[in-house]
């Protein structure tokens, strides 16, 4: 079965870079077919579509592109999200998932909340 875990600080502060890794379990992270995404819910809205990674490649939300980074360890078989720049209204629960074509965003992690704040 394949599990998702999401890891990094709880709390950062303003300005400073949001830094999470993904956890990879029961499936390879190289793997072709696997689209590792990262997607994030802030308080009372929501779900946001960050980014992706697959095959080495790296598709950003226009609006967050110039403060996101996708990246991969393939020897851990996990990967990873920067934020940089991070302001309150990055503020959200964050969630690691596994998209595939044949069946979508088919498993996540159990997020996990980055809370902006000084």
């Known amino acids: 079965e394949v599990q998702l875990r999401e890891s990094g600080p709880g709390l950062v502060k303003p300005s400073q870079t949001v830094s999470l890794t993904c956890t990879v379990s029961?499936?390879?992270?190289?793997?072709?077919?696997?689209?590792w995404t990262w997607i994030r819910q802030p308080p009372g809205k929501g779900l946001e579509w960050m980014g992706t990674l697959n095959s080495g490649n790296t598709y950003s939300a226009p609006h967050l592109e110039s403060r996101t980074s996708i990246s991969s360890d393939t020897t851990k078989n996990q990967f990873t999200l920067q934020l940089t720049s991070a302001t309150p209204e990055d503020t959200a629960v964050y969630y690691c998932?596994?998209?595939?074509?044949?069946?979508?965003?088919?498993?996540w992690g159990e997020g996990t909340l980055v809370t902006i704040s000084s």
């Open positions: 998932v596994r998209d595939t074509q044949e069946d979508g965003m088919d498993y």
């Open positions: 029961g499936t390879s992270i190289t793997n072709s077919r696997n689209f």
